[in-house]
C-alpha cells in the first residue's frame, strides 16, 4: 500500500503519546530535543493554452444542477494528498480541506474502516478512499457533469500519464518521509504546518509538533527499510533525475500541457514547499524549470475554505 509510510509514522506518533499520557514529560525529551524544536512568444503561446485548459472546469451551463462539492480529509504535507489537491488546483474546481490529527484521528471518527489519509467526501455523501482512486473518481464525475470534455480528461489521463502517475506512487513518494525525517530538527520543521490549522487547540498543536516530529524520526529507519532505502537524498535524487529524462525537452510530461502524470510528480514535491529538503531539490537537480512551469499553470489554490 502506498499510504503504509504514513501508517508507519502515525502509530509512532500513537505510541508516543500512551507513554506521554501514562507520565513521560516531554521535558524528558532532554535539552536537545527541546533546543531543535523551535521567454518569447513560445512562452505566450503555452500560456494562453494552459489558461484555456484550466478555465474548462470552471465554466458551468446555466440550467444545470449544481456541481458536486468536494471535502478533502488530509495532512498539509502529505504527498498523496497534495497530488489531488493539484489537479483540483488545476482544473479550477473549487473544494474545501479538513486537516486530520495524525494522533488522534477524531476528525476521521465518521469512517469506521479506514483512518488513514487522504478520504474524499462528496456533497452527495459518497466517501472515496487512497489518491488514485480520488482522482479518477473526481476526473470522471467531473466529465459526467460536463464540468471537464471528455477530450481533457482523454489528454490528462493517456495510458502513459498513467504509468507515469502511479511510477510517482511507488517510486518518488516513498523518498518524502525519509527526507523531511533525517534528524529531529527538520522533523519539527516539517510539523510546523500544524500551526496553521484552524481547529486544532494549543495542545493538539503542541503534542503534534513534539511528538509528531519524534515519531517520524522513529518511523524513518523503518520506512527505508520497508523500501530498501539506503542513502536517501540520492537516491530520491536519482529518481527525480528519471523524472527529467521523462520530461526531456517537452515544456511537460504530457507535452505542451500538463497530464495526471506532471500533477501527481508536482504535488508529491510541493508537499514539502519551505522544508530543507525542498530547497535542496530545487538547487541540486534538475526539475527547476519544469517545476516552475508547473507552479504557473497550476496557478493559485482553488481551495475555498480550510478546517
Known amino acids: 500500500d502506498h499510504a503504509s509510510g504514513i501508517q508507519v509514522v502515525e502509530a509512532m506518533a500513537t505510541s508516543v503519546a500512551r507513554l506521554v499520557s501514562r507520565g513521560i514529560s516531554l521535558a524528558r525529551l ?73 494522533l488522534t484521528k477524531s476528525e476521521l471518527k465518521f469512517s469506521a474502516d479506514y483512518k488513514k489519509v487522504p478520504v474524499l467526501l462528496t456533497g452527495a455523501g459518497e466517501q472515496v478512499n487512497d489518491s488514485e482512486a480520488i482522482i479518477e473518481h473526481v476526473l470522471n464525475l467531473l466529465v459526467a457533469e460536463g464540468r471537464v470534455p471528455k477530450s481533457e480528461l482523454a489528454r490528462l489521463s493517456t495510458d502513459d500519464a498513467r504509468k507515469w502517475a502511479q511510477w510517482a506512487d511507488k517510486e518518488l513518494a516513498v523518498y518524502i518521509y525519509p527526507n523531511i525525517t533525517r534528524n529531529y530538527a527538520e ?37 527505508k527499510k520497508k523500501y530498501g532505502i539506503v542513502d536517501e537524498r540520492s537516491e530520491m535524487f536519482a529518481k527525480l533525475a528519471v523524472w527529467s529524462d521523462a520530461v526531456g525537452d517537452q515544456p511537460f510530461c504530457g507535452g505542451e500541457q500538463p497530464s495526471v502524470a506532471d500533477l501527481s510528480v508536482f504535488g508529491c514535491i510541493r508537499a514539502i514547499k519551505g522544508t530543507a529538503t525542498h530547497a535542496d531539490i530545487m538547487e541540486n537537480t534538475a526539475i527547476g524549470p519544469w517545476y516552475q512551469r508547473m507552479e504557473e499553470a497550476v496557478g493559485a489554490s482553488s481551495r475555498t475554505s480550510r478546517t
Open 30 to 102: 532532554g535539552a536537545g530535543g527541546a533546543a531543535c524544536v523551535v521567454g518569447g512568444a513560445l512562452a505566450l503561446e503555452r500560456q494562453s493554452v494552459l489558461c484555456h485548459a484550466k478555465g474548462l472546469a470552471s465554466a458551468t451551463t446555466a440550467g444545470t444542477p449544481s456541481p458536486t462539492t468536494f471535502t478533502l480529509y488530509q495532512y498539509e504535507i502529505c504527498p498523496f494528498c497534495n497530488k489531488i489537491k493539484s489537479v483540483l488546483d488545476y482544473l479550477d474546481v473549487p473544494y474545501s480541506t479538513v486537516d486530520v490529527n495524525p
Open 187 to 223: 522533523s519539527f520543521a516539517a510539523f510546523g504546518y500544524v500551526d496553521d490549522v484552524p481547529h486544532f487547540t494549543f495542545a493538539d498543536r503542541l503534542a503534534n509538533k513534539y511528538l509528531g516530529a519524534l515519531a517520524m524520526v522513529f518511523a524513518q529507519g523503518k520506512i
